[in-house]
């Protein structure tokens, strides 16, 4: 089996996310409370660096928007600059363009840059700060898709942007309007020609939305792309409703429907990895047919609480099988750690899909075997009495069945044992 790795990190909001300190004395100098408090950016850095500079290859980084917070666009360009110079974004040596995604967080949009005439002018700050370190990485008005391969296996990464709505005036009816004019109108007289605010008028919203030409792109897309490549969507927002009740105005993306209808009627799988909510989540939404393959939707934590590592597994062939959400979990001394010694395998495809392009002598071993465990050298000796079994090794059958176990078609004992130490057992009638 081989493997790909995406580093998933969620809103950073540069620099609210500094000191682990219950701080509640403020009268004690600063210089004394960051001298002996952990840095959250730093200790979740180092081991994002432990990762990234590790012995397995990580093929993709992903950063679901919220760099900053407030639209501080000053803020926004440290964030960039120092991402780049830890991960080493713009060292071609290292990565290509093509392996790092950025879409625009809610929090990264600059409120008082926003033009009624165009949506898209709040965003060029975003770009430029990108481009300053000599990378266009950032989706903003249009969708940004590229291709990742390694060996035989590829995916294909679409980021999009969901902050078209964020920070656009929503105006009164146009009776309120004129209401609150006659009244600036006598406030005027009152205050000498001062006519007040008239911004009254109007308020700002959050408001997370797609564009529909890139919902219809990405869907046309999707659906071109072959068994062998799995499609992964990054945006800021869910599309789904965040669990923890938001109460505001037009809150959740406006156009969350049609997007989730559509991902759900494509025939491939597709992975959609998003921030915003600051939690760490894993949703499954199916089609009713198992011809279609699931829409699995996962977010990122704030960098405060730490970050996803996603390990897409595929076959020798190249197939998606599935994939993994390991999350990296800051604990209450302030280190960031694994934060779970079983990580728990999702298929990607169905269990008619697999049997589709299993090899026979494996599908036909489960069907003989029983609901008990016996041991690896037991069932490796089933195996070799079926045609067609002889061509494969015992390290070729272990990888067999790590495969039929992804479907749940088998279940392995002792796992974490080299396989000649395993006892396998059928898990389907």
């Not at 296996?153 to 964020?166: D, E, T, V, Y």
Request: proline share 5%; aromatic share 8%; hydrophobic share 40%.
């Amino acid at each position: 089996m081989n493997v790909m790795r995406i580093l998933h990190i969620g809103d950073i909001h540069f620099p609210d996310n500094k000191y682990i300190v219950d701080h509640k004395d403020p009268s004690m100098p600063d210089q004394l409370v960051k001298a002996v408090s952990p840095n959250i950016l730093q200790e979740v850095f180092r081991k994002v660096l432990d990762i990234v500079f590790g012995d397995n290859k990580i093929n993709v980084v992903m950063f679901s928007g919220d760099l900053t917070t407030g639209g501080n666009i000053i803020e926004y360009q440290k964030c960039v600059d120092y991402l780049c110079t830890a991960l080493k974004l713009n060292d071609v040596s290292f990565w290509q363009p093509e392996n790092i995604h950025v879409v625009p967080g809610n929090h990264d949009v600059d409120r008082e840059s926003c033009d009624d005439l165009d949506l898209s002018k709040k965003f060029q700050p975003l770009r430029n700060a990108w481009s300053k370190q000599g990378l266009q990485v950032i989706a903003t008005d249009s969708i940004r898709s590229t291709s990742v391969k390694a060996g035989n296996c590829n995916l294909k990464i679409f980021s999009l942007n969901s902050c078209w709505g964020c920070g656009e005036k929503r105006y009164l009816p146009n009776a309120v309007q004129e209401k609150f004019k006659e009244i600036l109108e006598l406030v005027a007289k009152e205050n000498q020609g001062n006519k007040g605010n008239l911004e009254l008028i109007w308020e700002q919203l959050d408001t997370p939305a797609f564009v529909q030409d890139h919902i219809s792109e990405l869907i046309s897309e999707l659906n071109k792309l072959d068994k062998n490549t799995l499609p992964i969507v990054m945006c800021h927002h869910n599309i789904l409703p965040q669990a923890v009740p938001r109460i505001a105005v037009y809150t959740e993306l406006i156009n969350a429907g049609i997007v989730r209808t559509r991902l759900v009627n494509v025939k491939h799988p597709v992975l959609l990895c998003h921030g915003h909510i600051h939690e760490n989540v894993v949703e499954i939404v199916r089609h009713t047919s198992s011809e279609f393959g699931p829409l699995l939707i996962t977010s990122a934590p704030d960098v405060a609480k730490g970050f996803n590592l996603i390990e897409v597994v595929f076959t020798d062939d190249g197939f998606p099988m599935g994939c993994k959400i390991i999350p990296y979990l800051r604990s209450s001394d302030g280190e960031v750690r694994l934060a779970s010694n079983k990580i728990e395998p999702i298929p990607l495809h169905s269990v008619s899909a697999y049997l589709a392009i299993a090899k026979e002598p494996i599908v036909e071993l489960i069907r003989k075997l029983k609901p008990d465990y016996i041991r690896f050298h037991e069932v490796y000796e089933k195996f070799k009495k079926i045609q067609g079994a002889q061509e494969f090794n015992e390290v070729q059958f272990s990888e067999l069945l790590e495969e039929a176990e992804w479907f749940g078609l088998v279940k392995i004992a002792s796992r974490e044992e080299q396989f000649k130490h395993w006892q396998v057992m059928r898990q389907l009638p």
